[in-house]
C-alpha cells in the first residue's frame, strides 16, 4: 500500500487560513476532490491529513472527511496539551463521527517564540496523554526547536513521536551541519519517525531540488534508517515550489538507492505502522 503521510485540506468557506494570507497560491479552498485525481494518477491508496489551525473546531471537520472518504484514511488533529483536561479532549475526539481516524496530535511549535516548548511541565503532561490515548505526536519545530525536541523524545520514551518535515533543516552547508548532527541524535530515539516531507519548499527556486537534497536524503538512510522515514507531499503546501507529481518524483529519486523492501517502507509501510493504518 502506498500511502501520502502528510498533507492539508481546507475550505475557506468555512474558516479563513490566516497563515496563507499573502501566498495566493495557497490562499483558496483545497478539498479532497482536487486531491482524488492527483492520489489516482500517482498510485498513492492512501493518506494522512494534517491539520493546519490550533482551533477545536477542525479536527472533528477532517474526522468526519475521513468517515466518507476511503482514501483518507488518518487524522493528524489538534488539541491543546496545556489543557489540564486533555485526556478527556482526546477521548472526545476519538468518540466523534470518524473518530477511529484519528491517529496522532500536532500543534504548531514552530509558531511559538521559544526554543524549549516541548520541555515545559504542562506540554510534557499532554504529551503523556496523547501517548496514552495510543496515539503519535507529530513534532512541527522551526531549527533553534530541533535539539529541544530531541531531547524531549530522548526522555518521554513511551511517546511515539514523527517528525515533520524532517525538522525544517536549513538548506545550508553549516544548517546541514548542524542538522546531520542532531539527526545523529535523533537516531538513537527509537520512539520516533522521520517524515521526508516538507524539504522541496525550502530548495532555493530555479535550482534542482534532487541536487540539493540528497545530502539530507543520504543523512537520513544512514542514521534514522528508511524503516523510520516515511513520504509526505506536503500538498498543497508544496504548490509554492513544485506540484504534486514533481513532488513525488523528488522522493523517488532520493530514495532511488535503496532496496525494493527499504523504498516499501519509504512510501507505505512505515506510516502503516506508525500510524496504524490497516491494508
Known amino acids: ?4 503521510a502528510h498533507h492539508h485540506l481546507w475550505d475557506l468557506q468555512v474558516r479563513d487560513q490566516p497563515w496563507a494570507h499573502g ?6 479552498s483545497f478539498t479532497p476532490f482536487e486531491l482524488r485525481p492527483l492520489l489516482e494518477h500517482n498510485a498513492v ?4 491529513v494534517v491539520q493546519t489551525l490550533a482551533v477545536t473546531e477542525e479536527t472533528p471537520e477532517l474526522l468526519a472527511l475521513a468517515a466518507g472518504d476511503s482514501q483518507l484514511k488518518a487524522v493528524v488533529g489538534w488539541t491543546d496539551l496545556t489543557d489540564p483536561a486533555v485526556a478527556d479532549r482526546l477521548s472526545g475526539l476519538r468518540d466523534a463521527p470518524g473518530g477511529a481516524a484519528l491517529v496522532g496530535i500536532r500543534h504548531g511549535i514552530q509558531d511559538e517564540p521559544v526554543s524549549d516548548w516541548t520541555s515545559r511541565d504542562d506540554v510534557r503532561r499532554g504529551l503523556r496523554a496523547v501517548a496514552a490515548a495510543g496515539l503519535a505526536y507529530d513534532l512541527l519545530v522551526r531549527p533553534d526547536q530541533l535539539s529541544d525536541a530531541v531531547r524531549t523524545a530522548h526522555e518521554l520514551p513511551d511517546v ?3 517528525l515533520d518535515h524532517a525538522g525544517n533543516p536549513l538548506i545550508d552547508k553549516e544548517g546541514l551541519d548542524t542538522w546531520t548532527a542532531e539527526m545523529r541524535d535523533l537516531a538513537a530515539c527509537t520512539n520516533v519517525a522521520v517524515k521526508l516531507s516538507g524539504l522541496v519548499t525550502r530548495t532555493p527556486p530555479g535550482g534542482d531540488p534532487v541536487r540539493t537534497l540528497r545530502p539530507y536524503a543520504d543523512v537520513l538512510w544512514s542514521t534514522v534508517g528508511p524503516d523510520r522515514v516515511m513520504f509526505g507531499s506536503d500538498w498543497p503546501v508544496c504548490l509554492l515550489a513544485a506540484g504534486y507529481d514533481d513532488v513525488l518524483a ?6 532511488e538507492g535503496l532496496s525494493d523492501a527499504e523504498r516499501d517502507a519509504v512510501f507505505g509501510t512505515t506510516a502503516a505502522h506508525w500510524y496504524g493504518i490497516p491494508a
Do not use: Y
Open 1 to 4: 500500500m502506498r500511502i501520502d
Open 23 to 28: 501566498l495566493p497560491r495557497l490562499h483558496r
Open 45 to 48: 491508496d492512501a493518506t494522512v
Open 160 to 162: 511515539r513521536f514523527v
Open 250 to 255: 523528488v522522493a523517488e529519486a532520493l530514495s
